[in-house]
């Protein structure tokens, strides 16, 4: 199975901050790696596919990039709406499809 | 719009048996990939299970031999039947649209709580 570590496990930051994510795949995953927001008792909601390709409906301040094993997702300007834990996802080739452990974005 | 809604879980003994519903408006089961994603309480997501529009399905190491994917077509509605349960089997139980290596899921129902304790 591939293994997917994101760093660090969680982060405080202020509103206007700009806030990086890493996610390191076990093994090369060819950019088909996605970004999820998750609000406490809500639903994951799908921010980016394909490393850098925005959802559609999801704010531009988040952009993501990568390739390989080493993705990274940035969030421009914190807003307050983004305070949540964040996943990183591959999806490459066969099942199983993992996920990273989640990094918790909480205000300083 | 686009909607998931899950029901069905409950508080089962270990051993015991749970099937879980999630009905789908705005699109058609049939058509999309579907998929099942767990997460156990304070814990991160886990892929449980996948059909492919083509009857395809794969399974979670975890889950394989005792859950079951399917879909009935004239209710719009995938189901996970779910056997010999486990107390590790205790999650929050999501339902998305899609999944596969293509794309991942991009929606996803608000979740039904599965509790496996005696």
């Known amino acids: 199975d591939i293994q997917m570590t994101q760093s660090p496990s969680s982060l405080s930051a202020s509103v206007g901050d700009r806030v990086i994510i890493t996610c390191r795949a076990s093994?090369?995953?060819?950019?088909?790696l996605a970004w999820y927001q998750q609000k406490p008792g809500k639903a994951p909601k799908l921010l980016l596919f394909?490393?850098?390709s925005l959802h559609s409906g999801a704010p531009s301040r988040f952009s993501g990039g990568g390739s390989g094993t080493y993705y990274t997702l940035t969030i421009s300007s914190l807003q307050p709406e983004d305070f949540a834990t964040y996943y990183c996802?591959?999806?490459?080739?066969?099942?199983?499809?993992?996920f990273g452990q989640g990094t918790k974005v909480e205000i300083k | 719009d686009v909607q998931l809604v899950e029901s069905g879980g409950d508080l089962v003994q270990p051993g015991g048996s749970l099937r879980l519903s999630c009905a789908a408006s705005?699109?058609?089961?049939?058509?999309?990939?579907m998929s099942w994603v767990r997460q156990a309480p304070g814990k991160g997501l886990e892929w449980v299970s996948i059909?492919?529009?083509?009857?395809?399905?794969y399974y979670g190491d975890s889950v394989k031999g005792r859950f079951t994917i399917s879909r009935d077509t004239s209710k719009n509605t995938l189901y996970l039947q779910m056997d010999s349960l486990r107390p590790e089997d205790t999650a929050v139980y999501y339902c998305?649209?899609?999944?596969?290596?293509?794309?991942?899921?991009?929606?996803w129902g608000r979740g039904t709580l599965v509790t496996v304790s005696s």
């Open positions: 998305a649209r899609g999944g596969g290596n293509i794309m991942p899921s991009d929606y």
């Open positions: 059909i492919y529009s083509d009857n395809f399905i």
């Open positions: 093994q090369g995953i060819s950019n088909s």
């Open positions: 996802h591959q999806y490459y080739s066969s099942p199983p499809w993992t």
């Open positions: 705005g699109f058609t089961v049939i058509s999309n990939y």
């Open positions: 394909a490393a850098s």
